[in-house]
């Protein structure tokens, strides 16, 4: 049934690509913001993982967010389920003020309003149920993301390669080591970029499209659809008997079998593989924020050329700096209304954090309004938001520091109203 139909998408309507910023007025965004971040555990047990706090004074969406309007895509629907109140709050505050963003029409669409008997069911799911809403914006193009992945983005080239190729779907992709594979959706390309095989979080070296290589191509979750192929792609997995209303484990190795599905691989300028994390686990959350404190970060979040709005401004990159008596902060990221009166040194913190007389805070992120007891001495650790460590405490993963970064575990400290004391990170 599925092969008969016109899965193909028309021929490109702009076949010369000149006009790019044509190309993003003609396209509407869905970000999917609804997961439960249960990897993200205890983190994410009062706010869904796109609105996690990162990189000192910004939320884990804006990063989608920022991409989107910095390209020229002013049609944005941003889907919500689980633990929506804080995300919902930044949205309002930061990118629906008809100030900051006088041509931007950002929408949240809850999953107990489109669907509330279930909610959103997946990924996919959460598109279909709000397809009416896509449809409305009479936009061609279609570009569904994920809220919770930190990078920098321009998604025009990303539509112009899709349109160029007339495209059923164009799926944004990076190089991971073969290591990390599980976590992903992966594929393998012919010679012209299409893919000829995906295949979801694969389990075993046996799945993966090319068992001997140390690297694989992985979904960036990023992908582009024609709306109306889309919108009929949907409605027909909507009724598939076992479907699991995922892109990944249903419409995309689907479409791939029937029509023309392209990779678009996320590079710089000079061919090498571009910035972006998925923070998705304690881990993963703990290593991009450690990256933010490099010499020289991959990732700027006070580029003028990209800006990235903040609520406060964006966070202090202080390289060294020594106070009087034993306030000492270096290669650190240092939100608005911190008070100091320790040593920092390579942690970033976020905004109303307070480090007491005699503390030491290494390796460490600190979450909004926490505060380090007096002489403390907290190494490679994450502070959740308001908690007090108490005074003297000492929580040192530095016997980990003979490991790989990849492979260190930071601990979680959480406020005593989720659970007392230290967490060790899975």
Same mark, same amino acid.
């Given at each position: 049934?599925?092969?008969g139909?016109?899965?193909?998408?028309?021929?490109?309507?702009y076949?010369n690509?000149?006009?790019?910023?044509?190309?993003?007025?003609?396209?509407v965004?869905?970000?999917l913001?609804?997961?439960?971040?249960?990897?993200?555990?205890p983190?994410t047990?009062?706010?869904?993982?796109?609105a996690?706090p990162f990189?000192?004074?910004?939320r884990s969406?804006?990063?989608?967010?920022?991409n989107?309007?910095?390209?020229?895509?002013?049609?944005?629907?941003?889907?919500?389920?689980?633990?929506?109140?804080?995300?919902l709050?930044?949205l309002?505050?930061?990118?629906?003020?008809?100030e900051t963003?006088?041509?931007?029409v950002?929408?949240?669409?809850?999953?107990?309003?489109?669907?509330?008997?279930?909610?959103?069911?997946?990924?996919a799911d959460?598109v279909?149920?709000?397809?009416?809403?896509?449809?409305?914006?009479?936009?061609?193009?279609v570009?569904v993301?994920?809220?919770d992945?930190?990078?920098?983005m321009?998604y025009?080239?990303?539509?112009?390669?899709?349109?160029?190729r007339g *495209?059923?779907? %164009? /799926?944004?992709?990076?190089?991971?080591?073969i290591e990390e594979?599980? !976590?992903?959706?992966?594929?393998?390309? +012919?010679?012209?970029?299409?893919i000829?095989r995906?295949i979801e979080k694969?389990?075993t070296?046996?799945e993966l499209?090319?068992?001997?290589?140390?690297?694989?191509?992985?979904?960036?979750?990023?992908?582009?659809?024609?709306?109306?192929?889309?919108?009929r792609?949907?409605?027909?997995?909507?009724?598939a008997?076992?479907?699991?209303?995922?892109?990944?484990?249903?419409?995309l190795?689907?479409?791939?079998?029937?029509?023309?599905?392209f990779?678009y691989?996320?590079?710089q300028a000079?061919g090498?593989?571009?910035?972006?994390?998925?923070?998705?686990?304690i881990?993963a959350?703990w290593?991009?924020?450690?990256?933010?404190?490099d010499?020289?970060?991959?990732?700027?979040l006070d580029?003028?050329?990209?800006?990235?709005?903040?609520i406060?401004? *964006?966070?202090? %990159? /202080?390289?060294?700096?020594?106070d009087?008596g034993?306030?000492t902060? !270096?290669?650190?990221?240092v939100a608005? +209304?911190?008070?100091?009166?320790?040593?920092?040194?390579?942690?970033?913190?976020?905004?109303?954090?307070?480090v007491q007389?005699?503390?030491?805070?290494?390796?460490a992120?600190?979450?909004?309004?926490?505060?380090?007891g007096?002489g403390?001495?907290?190494?490679?650790?994450?502070?959740?938001?308001?908690?007090r460590?108490?005074d003297d405490?000492?929580?040192?993963?530095?016997?980990?520091?003979?490991?790989p970064?990849?492979?260190?575990?930071p601990?979680v400290l959480v406020?005593?109203?989720?659970?007392?004391?230290?967490?060790?990170?899975a």
């Amino acid at each position: 049934m599925e092969s008969g139909l016109a899965w193909q998408s028309a021929k490109p309507r702009y076949a010369n690509a000149r006009e790019p910023r044509a190309l993003a007025d003609d396209t509407v965004a869905v970000v999917l913001a609804g997961g439960k971040g249960t990897r993200l555990d205890p983190l994410t047990r009062r706010v869904c993982k796109p609105a996690l706090p990162f990189g000192g004074a910004y939320r884990s969406i804006d990063f989608s967010l920022a991409n989107c309007v910095n390209s020229g895509i002013r049609r944005i629907g941003v889907a919500v389920q689980h633990k929506p109140g804080a995300l919902l709050e930044h949205l309002e505050r930061v990118w629906r003020s008809d100030e900051t963003r006088p041509d931007s029409v950002i929408v949240p669409w809850s999953g107990h309003e489109r669907a509330p008997q279930s909610g959103y069911r997946g990924t996919a799911d959460a598109v279909y149920r709000n397809l009416e809403l896509v449809e409305d914006f009479g936009r061609r193009l279609v570009l569904v993301l994920a809220g919770d992945h930190v990078y920098k983005m321009d998604y025009r080239p990303m539509l112009e390669w899709h349109c160029k190729r007339g *495209a059923a779907v %164009t /799926i944004g992709c990076v190089d991971v080591p073969i290591e990390e594979a599980h !976590e992903f959706g992966v594929m393998s390309i +012919d010679a012209r970029g299409r893919i000829d095989r995906f295949i979801e979080k694969p389990k075993t070296r046996a799945e993966l499209p090319d068992v001997g290589a140390s690297r694989v191509l992985a979904s960036m979750g990023i992908y582009v659809f024609d709306t109306d192929l889309l919108a009929r792609a949907l409605r027909l997995y909507a009724l598939a008997v076992g479907s699991r209303h995922d892109f990944g484990a249903d419409v995309l190795p689907r479409l791939i079998r029937h029509a023309d599905a392209f990779a678009y691989p996320f590079r710089q300028a000079h061919g090498q593989p571009a910035y972006w994390r998925d923070i998705g686990t304690i881990g993963a959350y703990w290593r991009a924020h450690m990256e933010l404190t490099d010499a020289s970060p991959r990732m700027l979040l006070d580029d003028r050329d990209w800006p990235l709005p903040a609520i406060g401004g *964006a966070p202090e %990159t /202080i390289a060294r700096r020594s106070d009087a008596g034993r306030q000492t902060v !270096e290669s650190s990221l240092v939100a608005a +209304d911190c008070a100091i009166g320790g040593t920092v040194q390579r942690s970033v913190l976020f905004r109303g954090v307070e480090v007491q007389a005699g503390a030491e805070v290494q390796d460490a992120v600190v979450l909004p309004g926490a505060v380090i007891g007096r002489g403390s001495r907290l190494r490679g650790v994450i502070v959740d938001s308001g908690y007090r460590v108490p005074d003297d405490t000492v929580i040192d993963r530095s016997e980990q520091g003979t490991l790989p970064i990849e492979r260190v575990q930071p601990a979680v400290l959480v406020r005593h109203d989720d659970r007392d004391g230290e967490r060790e990170a899975a």
